[in-house]
């Protein structure tokens, strides 16, 4: 068996797929809540202007509302899609025992259950931020056991309510026979959950990320920690999961450590090793967002000038330069196709280290400033370091990003035309 072949079982897998269809379906919101959160932090004077004018003082309100909006419930749309799209094609489904919709919406409940918070035996509630990007991880996880467990219990005659020939709606149908079974997935969840949830920790959800920040916070060089986030951010992406939301929380945990460093660096102390935190990420690595996605359509401008390829790149054009990145990468596909898997991960991991490399050897200024993820390029680098040292790190590293994927997107080509 050869990786092609490997790749391609991986891609099939039932829960891989149901999980990359989910995100592919939800790519609209994150892209609307990426550009609605880039237009809420842009700090360009004559926009700001512009904004007052139309929408008075509070205009940053506006634009925080569609990101609340897009963003902040799409833990569940990824779990209603995910159990969806995972049971849709079940015998059960095809002989008309079951609506995939009626199990998706189980799946809701159950994991509303996952997300309530316990407070001391006194009562359960829930946190809007519980619904939103920093829950990804566990929503998928809910909505594949979730499904699974109700999909078992269906199986099992003698849970199910005998159907009936002249009953009017075909859905009635349905909901009888699932009734049991749904009532059994959420009992069985609940009590996971209880079970799993320690005396110290508000739910679930957030005991697993202090649980693996933990881990993260294990490992004493900022260089290797920030390799494993690079690998692990990019690993999920080339599953077709939203790598970069599913790590949001540590990330965020890392951009609270950029005001860290520039406290210590008021103090007169030497860190040049040590400051490696979100901000030096975003501005020096993901440029262009996860892959390096600058590099990525530099190459490709290079190698293919027409056809389906260069019109992906310049509709992507827009959105790359302020790090968003979706439909690159599921458009290309770079999602489980093994000719991109070396370059993808390859590239911001060696970004990685020349950025380290060159800040801790005093090349360029030390990262100073904390810088929004969405900033364009050149830009972010002159503000991150307040010095234009920090845009000639930017061209060096999308001209190294861009050498280590030209190779590949002609072997890409190549197969493509069927020459390889």
């Not at 079951?98 to 359960?124: D, E, G, K, M, R």
């Not at 509630?125 to 999909?151: D, K, N």
């Not at 103090?267 to 090793?273: F, H, L, P, T």
Request: proline share 4%; with cysteine; charged share 10%.
């Amino acid at each position: 068996m050869n990786s092609v072949q490997l790749v391609d079982i991986i891609a099939n897998q039932r829960h891989i797929a149901a999980v990359r269809r989910a995100v592919l379906l939800n790519i609209p919101i994150f892209v609307i809540g990426a550009f609605s959160t880039m237009l809420s932090e842009v700090t360009i004077l004559w926009y700001q202007q512009l904004m007052l004018a139309w929408f008075g003082a509070n205009w940053s309100a506006f634009w925080h509302s569609v990101t609340s909006a897009s963003l902040n419930g799409i833990s569940i749309s990824l779990v209603l899609s995910i159990s969806y799209f995972l049971c849709e094609k079940t015998e059960q489904v095809k002989r008309g025992q079951v609506h995939p919709l009626a199990v998706a919406i189980v799946s809701f409940a159950c994991y509303l259950t996952f997300v309530q918070t316990y407070l001391h035996n006194v009562s359960w509630e829930i946190s809007f931020s519980s619904l939103g990007v920093g829950c990804v991880f566990c929503a998928i996880v809910t909505a594949i056991i979730s499904t699974e467990i109700f999909l078992f219990l269906l199986s099992i005659n003698k849970l199910n309510i005998e159907l009936f020939t002249d009953i009017a709606d075909p859905i009635l149908q349905q909901v009888l026979s699932c009734i049991i079974p749904a009532i059994g997935t959420i009992v069985i969840i609940a009590v996971l959950n209880i079970f799993l949830v320690g005396p110290n920790i508000e739910y679930l959800n957030s005991g697993f990320y202090n649980w693996f920040a933990g881990v993260i916070q294990e490992i004493e060089s900022p260089l290797a920690k920030m390799i494993v986030l690079i690998l692990l951010i990019h690993v999920f992406w080339f599953l077709g999961l939203h790598g970069s939301n599913i790590m949001e929380p540590f990330l965020q945990y890392i951009k609270l450590e950029d005001l860290q460093m520039i406290y210590k660096l008021a103090d007169g102390s030497n860190i040049a090793g040590e400051a490696f935190t979100k901000t030096l990420m975003d501005s020096f690595v993901l440029i262009g967002g996860a892959g390096s996605t600058i590099c990525l359509m530099l190459a490709l401008y290079l190698v293919s000038r027409r056809g389906n390829m260069a019109w992906l790149t310049k509709l992507s054009i827009v959105p790359a330069i302020f790090n968003i990145n979706e439909i690159l990468i599921f458009g290309l596909p770079i999602v489980l196709n093994p000719i991109f898997l070396i370059p993808f991960i390859t590239v911001p991991l060696v970004l990685t280290c020349v950025s380290y490399s060159a800040i801790s050897t005093g090349l360029i200024s030390i990262v100073v400033e904390s810088v929004h993820w969405t900033t364009p390029p050149f830009i972010s680098g002159y503000i991150a370091t307040n010095s234009w040292s920090g845009v000639a790190l930017q061209i060096v590293q999308i001209l190294i990003g861009s050498a280590i994927y030209l190779p590949f997107i002609i072997i890409n080509e190549k197969q493509k035309k069927g020459e390889i």
